[in-house]
């Protein structure tokens, strides 16, 4: 049974900084498409950032490249985003996910297994 288990999150002012982490159980992230998306309220399901299986080539929504940055630790099996230089806008509940094939397409119904999500709340 895969588990993707998020955490970070929290309360930032605007300017600053928070690192988000998804511990992965079930699942192993250097041979899974890793992606991270968002959830603001009464908004969809947003794509933020991916990083691919093996070689981890990464891939960033318009919204956030340059600001945040998506990296994975192989020998703890956990994938994170570095979130710099946040604006209220980013606000949301954060969800780390996982797919199996299919780099390059970064929709959300693309993805197999997803985490509970993790609150980011940045006053302005």
């Not at 192993?28 to 691919?52: L, Y």
């Amino acid at each position: 049974q895969v588990h993707l288990v998020e955490s970070g999150g929290g309360l930032v002012q605007a300017g600053g900084s928070l690192s988000l982490s998804c511990a992965a159980s079930g699942r192993t992230v250097r041979t899974s498409h890793m992606g991270w998306f968002r959830q603001a309220p009464g908004k969809e399901r947003e794509f933020v950032a991916a990083i691919s299986k093996l070689l981890g080539s990464t891939y960033y929504s318009n919204s956030v490249k340059g600001r945040f940055t998506i990296s994975r630790d192989n020998a703890k099996n956990t994938v994170y985003l570095q979130m710099n230089s946040l604006k209220p806008e980013d606000t949301a509940v954060y969800y780390c996910a996982a797919r199996d094939s299919g780099w390059g397409s970064f929709e959300v119904k693309g993805y197999d297994d997803w985490g509970q999500g993790t609150q980011v709340t940045v006053s302005s």
